[in-house]
């Protein structure tokens, strides 16, 4: 099976090497690795063609963008894997015989989507863990309690998003969230649980850095329960921001 990677950037050359790296290093060789720049002005897209020069099965595009949400789709439309993930430039995947163990688990099981555990880590410390987010076995009635897998750790079949759609940009932080609760809900697809660390990322994306934009959060995740017809989308709400706790150490 191809998995393909997309690594969105921008202006991220201080934190890229070792994404790419830890997508570089995997022992599971057939790997097709998409990076969707946002016309970096820093030396991103430097250090995207010198590694493209050594690894044929990189593709990359530099141009202006509507925000992340836009960058992905775009790689979405470029992916040719029949498994894809997401690695962007302040994640690192956790060891380099992962893939390879989320393949085994997608033929193992017939899944339609692979997920696992994610790890936050200190922005310039990536050995120091502030937050621990454990995931579980998938069953549909935990969307109602606000449980939801880490969608950095979610590997998907490419067929997935020709059924589903792909990111709605409407949304600015939550379109992670809208998407998979499309997907989750249907009762067709299957779900494997991979007990590990998937994916460590660094503290201070998009929607945990400022009060502002956790409050955008979870309007944003309100609405996306409401469109995907979740019952109690109040309590949902609070119960999914609650949960969160826990996973701070």
Known sequence: MKVTIITATYNSEETLSMALNSVKEQDYKNIEHVFVDGASTDGTLDIIKEMSLQNPQIKYISESDEGIYDAINKGLNMATGDIIGFVHSDDFLS???????????????????????????DKLDTTKVIRNWESNVFHFKLLQRGWMPAHPTLFLKKEVYTECGNFDKSYKIAADYDFMLRVLRKSEYKFGFLPQVITKMRMGGASNKRIANLILKSQEDFRAMKTNDLKNPLAVLFLKNFSKLKQFI
Do not use: A, R
């Open 95 to 121: 060891n380099p015989n992962i893939i390879s163990d989320i393949v085994e688990l997608f033929k193992k099981g017939n899944y339609t989507g692979v997920y696992g555990n994610l790890l936050y880590v």
